[in-house]
T-cell receptor, first 109, second 118 residues
Framework: SQTIHQWPATLVQPVGSPLSLECTVEGTSNPNLYWYRQAAGRGLQLLFYSVGIGQISSEVPQNLSASRPQDRQFILSSKKLLLSDSGFYLC????????FGSGTQLSVL | AQSVAQPEDQVNVAEGNPLTVKCTYSVSGNPYLFWYVQYPNRGLQFLLKYITGDNLVKGSYGFEAEFNKSQTSFHLKKPSALVSDSALYFCAVRALLGGSGSARQLTFGSGTQLTVLP
């Protein structure tokens, strides 16, 4: 069956610390994968998307980066978190069907 | 570029009354339209979608949405609201990302907070 997994569900990190959020999919090959961020419970902003291994496109400049080390794995990272990185992060797999991860609530203190 | 507008940040309705959450869109070509609901600190839950066919789409939890091509709208409706319907609702349109060929993205509206009062 086709599924998407995202972890961790919640994360509290100090300013300046690194970040790694992971998203994996099952039941498909060569999926198009996406990272969205939702700030303050409002709209969802597309951060990165990937159409294949090693292929990353950024929609907005920011303190974050993404990587696609394996076909079904998509990672969101930061070397040094900022307060403004706090928010709710969603991984998505968008093809003929749409799947969303369960989200990660990141609080940077 | 595609866009979605949800003109109301907040909608309040009494329990048992009908509710409407408004959405208008702008996209090149035929739109694929979606409604999602989000409960506090949770991910998105799919409610319904319009791809083609009947303009009135029925979805989960008794919700429905009407696609109006001339008005480029896709308003979410429910005949009788429940307190448990209180949540954040997002309208979204799916379209191609520029320059990527096969990649598509969902462009979301800014969300509408629905509060159903007992």
């Amino acid at each position: 069956s086709q599924t998407i997994h995202q972890w961790p569900a919640t994360l509290v990190q100090p300013v300046g610390s690194p970040l790694s959020l992971e998203c994996t999919v099952e039941g498909t090959s060569n999926p198009n994968l996406y990272w969205y961020r939702q700030a303050a419970g409002r709209g969802l902003q597309l951060l990165f998307y990937s159409v294949g291994i090693g292929q990353i496109s950024s929609e907005v400049p920011q303190n974050l980066s993404a990587s696609r080390p394996q076909d079904r794995q998509f990672i969101l990272s930061s070397k040094k978190l900022l307060l403004s990185d706090s928010g709710f992060y969603l991984c998505a797999w968008i093809g003929e069907k749409l799947f969303f991860g369960s989200g990660t609530q990141l609080s940077v203190l | 570029a595609q866009s979605v507008a949800q003109p109301e940040d907040q909608v309040n309705v009494a329990e048992g009354n009908p509710l409407t959450v408004k959405c208008t869109y702008s996209v090149s070509g035929n739109p694929y339209l979606f409604w999602y609901v989000q409960y506090p600190n949770r991910g998105l839950q799919f409610l319904l979608k319009y791809i083609t066919g009947d303009n009135l789409v029925k979805g989960s939890y008794g919700f429905e949405a009407e696609f109006n091509k001339s008005q480029t709208s896709f308003h979410l409706k429910k005949p009788s609201a429940l307190v448990s319907d209180s949540a954040l609702y997002f309208c979204a349109v799916r379209a191609l990302l520029g320059g990527s060929g096969s990649a598509r993205q969902l462009t979301f509206g800014s969300g509408t907070q629905l509060t159903v009062l007992p």
